[in-house]
């Protein structure tokens, strides 16, 4: 039996429905038939956010940072690189906690960078401070 998964376009925030076989296959946006995966990382804002959060399947990991902390800078690359490695099995995105307070409040940010893990809407595993590459793949693979 092939699943469907449902995956939240990273360009127009459509949600797609995409049989699990193809999530690797490079599957495009039946809105705007753009990549539904191009590992990188996407910046969400409190406006798209939450549909990102509550429609993708996939898990998604969240990288809360300011652009004044010099950690985050530092795990920039790092992240981004990351997302080459996960996905299409984790969504990665970012989230500038200084031009978005209201989510950092929501979820109880205390220190950048801090990665947050979700499932399900549902956040799972969480893990402060700067973080390379291979420990960001290794951390969230073995939350998943």
């Known amino acids: 039996m092939n699943e469907a998964l449902h995956v939240v376009c990273p360009h127009c925030d459509a949600v797609n429905r995409i049989p699990s076989a193809r999530q690797g296959a490079g599957p495009k946006c039946g809105q ?3 990549a539904l995966f191009a590992g990188e990382p996407l910046e969400l804002t409190t406006a798209n956010f939450r549909r990102h959060l509550e429609r993708n399947d996939i898990p998604f990991l969240v ?9 985050c800078k530092m795990m920039a690359p790092q992240f981004r690189q990351a997302a080459g490695d996960l996905e299409p099995t984790v969504r990665l995105a970012k989230v500038n906690t200084e031009a978005e307070p209201g989510l950092g409040q929501q979820f109880g940010i205390r220190s950048i960078p801090t990665l947050a893990l979700f ?3 549902r956040e799972v595993a969480r893990q402060a401070g700067a973080m ?3 420990d960001i793949v290794r951390w969230t693979r073995g939350q998943v």
């Not at 990288?63 to 950690?71: E, L, S, V």
Request: net charge positive.
């Open 132 to 134: 390379g590459a291979a």
């Open 32 to 34: 705007c038939h753009r």
């Open 119 to 121: 499932r399900g809407g």
């Open 63 to 71: 990288d809360f940072w300011a652009p004044w902390c010099g950690p």
